[in-house]
């Protein structure tokens, strides 16, 4: 359990957030600079907020009304830093049992060992940080962690400096510690799938201050400002005016473009912010027949040009009659897996009719940042 | 062929040896001080430490000897308590050499306490180890060999120290009388067979201090 509520200034910046976690992995996501690793800091107590409280399992160890500023000794919270800050001059054993000064030597043992093999360690004891791999060094950090059976995790970007295959390995890794014990952990990335996949809350930071915090499937989905949207790749954002209100949709004018839309409390004529995720656009076949679905707003364009992924790609489509007169090349994001592409021959089928389902519309809000 | 007098050569080693023990144990926490400490006076007490190496050292003496003369507090407390004047003893020379030396000492951990990644002390306090048990684990150990090359430069200061301690300790032959002074002494008496001898191993002594620092120094930026 923690809580937090702090404010801190520094030259030019200015950090104000509220965070609240049960015993779960909370991924605060944004963009760099903006306050991410500092909240870590001072819930670790090695940065002082100017004022707040910080209480970690009901036990305040920041406070600044009553003058309570635990030293991180003290704090029983376990810190990964994201250059794993090992000790260079000691061994790996040693490393691990860093923080075990307080047991006897054969607990210290025993614990480093049962680590050892958890972590995949066997067969380095003896050496030395430097001679271990990227994602050696990452395991022997997060034993080193786990060894003092801290009450919290605080996680700094522990896997960017990581390559693909292994970040994976290892987030499968900590995916598992987690299930098998629970603890409160926060990571801090600015990955966005890193984030979803391993988190069940989402807190999205920008410029010192929280603009959303909340389970991952409504932070990714329904985002609560075009900035989010925007953070989480959400890359059809767009500002429309209400045209008329119906019993089960709205009508939406974006520019030229009219879009069925869910409903919401939005009256006529009120300028809204609304968003399509890119792979919630739908290529229809060649065969379908237009007939019933008007309110699965369909509409002819072309791919000019698109974006090949490996695994995926992603397309930038321009909508015939230049409806929503952009400025850019072309109107919407699509992205599809690589074999949905190969199998519709997008590469030489370039026009399509795609539409753009109301339910995978989402009104975010009265326009807005 | 007069045999010369090698006292001066022991004294000086002598004194110096203390002197680099007294910067160590005052030099160390002064320069961990500076480094990661966080408070008012610090660009004072940065101030205060490198005075030494900027001032005469004949002006350093006449501080001396206001605070461990006779008249002076600390000669006066010394008096007092022990019945011990410090003035024209071995140990004010000692004094003078460490007051001297102490500030290469203080730059040279400095610099070799800010090379070291602040990461690496915040994760030992995570892990609960108390800040003596950091500097004493991760912080010395990282920064052993730039705290060797500041400590074998201090040890050639102290050595070679003159004016300060010619005016706090004298020039008292068999007691005082450090290796500069005797060589100071004998040219001024027209000694110059004693004096060339003098000179040669103050010369001898203080490359090899040198190059050992040099040679410490390199292995430091390996």
């Known amino acids: 359990m923690l809580n937090v509520e702090i404010r801190k200034r520094l030259p030019g910046f200015s950090l104000d957030v509220s965070l609240s976690a049960g015993s779960e992995l909370v ?11 500092l909240t870590l800091q001072c819930i670790a107590g090695l940065l002082k907020p100017d004022e707040g409280r910080i209480a970690i399992n009901g036990r305040p160890v920041f406070d600044s009304a009553q003058g309570i500023n635990l030293r991180p000794q003290e704090r029983k919270v376990g810190y990964l830093f994201q250059d794993y800050a090992l000790f260079p001059h000691l061994s790996v054993v040693d490393n691990i049992g860093y923080g075990l000064h307080t047991l006897s030597r054969g607990e210290r043992a025993e614990r ?18 430097g001679e271990l791999s990227g994602g050696q060094q990452q395991r022997v950090a997060l034993a080193r962690v786990l060894a003092t059976e801290p009450e919290m995790l605080l996680l700094d970007e522990p896997f960017s400096a990581l390559d693909s295959p292994i970040r994976g390995r290892l987030h499968a890794d900590l995916l598992e510690l987690l299930n098998r014990a629970p603890i409160t952990a926060i990571l801090v990335t600015h990955d966005l799938n890193e984030a979803y996949t391993l988190s069940q809350k989402m807190m999205v930071y920008d410029a010192g201050r929280v603009l959303q915090a909340g389970p991952r499937d409504a932070v990714l989905r329904r985002p609560a400002t075009r900035t989010v949207a925007r953070f989480t790749a959400t890359k059809n954002i767009f500002r429309g005016i209400v045209t008329s209100r119906q019993s089960g949709h709205l009508g939406v004018r974006v520019a030229g473009l009219e879009i069925q839309t869910p409903t919401g409390p939005y009256e006529e004529g009120e300028t809204i912010d609304l968003c399509i995720r890119p792979e919630e656009i739908m290529l229809i076949r060649p065969d379908r027949e237009a007939g019933t679905a008007v309110e699965e707003n369909w509409y002819h364009g072309e791919v000019v040009g698109e974006i090949a992924h490996g695994t995926s790609f992603t397309l930038q489509f321009k909508l015939d009659g230049n409806p929503l007169k952009s400025s850019r090349d072309f109107d919407l994001h699509i992205d599809l897996p690589a074999n949905v592409y190969y199998r519709l021959e997008i590469g030489t089928n370039k026009h399509w009719t795609v539409s753009l389902k109301k339910e995978s519309i989402y009104l975010i809000g009265p326009a807005g940042p | 062929m007069s045999s010369v007098d090698l006292f001066p050569l022991w004294l000086s080693l002598r004194v110096a040896a203390v002197a680099t023990l007294l910067d160590l144990l005052l030099g160390l926490p002064l320069a961990w001080l500076l480094t990661r400490g966080k408070f008012r006076g610090r660009d004072l007490l940065s101030a205060v430490v490198i005075l030494p190496m900027v001032l005469p050292p004949t002006v350093l003496g006449y501080y001396l000897l206001l605070g461990l003369g006779r008249q002076g507090p600390i000669g006066r407390l010394l008096e007092g308590t022990l019945g011990f004047t410090l003035v024209f003893t071995w140990q004010a020379a000692v004094i003078a050499s460490c007051v ?23 994760a030992a306090r995570t892990l609960g180890r108390s800040e003596m048990s950091i500097f004493l684990t991760i912080t010395v150990p990282l920064a052993w060999r730039g705290i060797l090359a500041g400590t074998v430069l201090a040890f050639a200061r102290a050595f070679g120290e003159f004016g ?24 001024q008496a027209g000694n110059m067979d004693t004096a060339n001898l003098l000179v040669l191993i103050i010369t001898v002594t203080t490359v090899v201090a040198l190059v050992a620092m040099s040679r410490a120094a390199r292995a430091a930026r390996l």
Do not use: W
């Open chain 1, 112 to 129: 480093v060992d049962k680590l050892l093999i958890s972590m995949r360690l066997e067969g380095l004891e003896r050496r030395r940080p």
């Open chain 2, 100 to 122: 001297v030396s102490v500030p290469l000492l203080v730059r040279a951990a400095q610099a070799a306490f800010e090379g070291i990644n602040p990461n690496l002390e915040n």
């Open chain 1, 27 to 37: 991924a605060i996501f944004g963009p760099s600079g903006s306050g991410k690793s």
């Open chain 2, 164 to 187: 300060a301690t010619l005016m706090v300790a004298g020039n008292i032959p068999g007691n005082t009388q450090t290796l500069p002074i005797a060589i100071y002494d004998a040219v």
